[in-house]
């Protein structure tokens, strides 16, 4: 079982759509969770950040994270063109040490 | 722009050679961290660096080293370059000791070993 788990998609929706992107993960020592999207040729780009379970909304963005089911969401609202891209997951036991991402989901955002 | 650079932006080897790449962080940052990202795959850590010591390695062989210069920009170097070694190789920098602050990405190296 890999460490982080993720749905590589691809997911394809209709612009204006909500879109629900998941991770499980394995290793209960997690604290920092964060989602990132990447462009094509492109570095991951943060989105989101949040500690321990809770959840946290920036913008068209809602990241949840429930760490008794060890499984994260990003909800986003009103989905757009732009959004089209691969989303990863990442999270850590340690503030800023150690990452491990998800293979990440692709989403295609059509207009 | 997250202000992390990465150069080259591409490079072509053979298997067996020696290859380097390198970062600049973004102003500020004294931490750079190094992953791998093959294709249709999240990053993978390689190591990180902060103030020049490495402060963190996962689970990449020896062949895999790093450096940290003074001003905090950085590079990694792999010897005896394998195909599998053919991959994105994202640079990171962040305030280590800011607890809001986190990770920015450059937009990477792609290496190719033939």
């Known amino acids: 079982q890999k460490e982080v788990e993720q749905d590589p998609g691809p997911l394809s929706v209709p612009e204006g759509a909500i879109v629900s992107l998941n991770c499980t993960y394995s290793?209960?020592?997690?604290?920092?969770f964060m989602w990132y999207r990447q462009y094509s040729r492109k570095g991951p780009e943060l989105l989101m950040y949040?500690?321990?379970?809770g959840n946290k909304e920036d913008g068209r963005f809602t990241a949840q994270v429930d760490k008794s089911s060890k499984y994260i969401s990003l909800f986003i609202r009103d989905s757009q063109p732009s959004d089209s891209a691969t989303y990863l997951c990442?999270?850590?036991?340690?503030?800023?040490?150690?990452?491990?991402f998800g293979p990440g989901t692709r989403l295609s955002v059509l207009p | 722009e997250t202000g992390v650079t990465q150069s080259p932006t591409h490079l072509i080897k053979t298997r067996g050679q020696q290859v380097t790449l390198r970062c600049s962080s973004q102003?500020?940052?004294?931490?750079v961290s190094w992953y791998q990202q093959a294709l249709g795959q999240g990053p993978q850590f390689i190591f990180q660096?902060?103030?020049?010591?490495?402060?963190g390695r996962g689970n990449f062989p020896p062949r895999f080293s790093g450096l940290q210069f003074p001003n905090y920009s950085s590079e990694l170097n792999v010897n005896a370059l394998e195909l599998d070694d053919s991959a994105l190789y994202l640079c990171?920098?962040?305030?280590?000791?800011?607890?809001?602050?986190?990770?920015?990405f450059g937009p990477g190296t792609r290496l190719t070993v033939l």
């Open positions: 990171a920098s962040s305030r280590l000791a800011e607890y809001t602050d986190t990770q920015y």
């Open positions: 290793n209960s020592a997690f604290q920092y």
């Open positions: 949040t500690y321990s379970s």
């Open positions: 990442a999270m850590s036991p340690n503030y800023g040490q150690n990452f491990v």
């Open positions: 102003s500020g940052h004294n931490t």
């Open positions: 660096y902060y103030r020049e010591e490495e402060n």
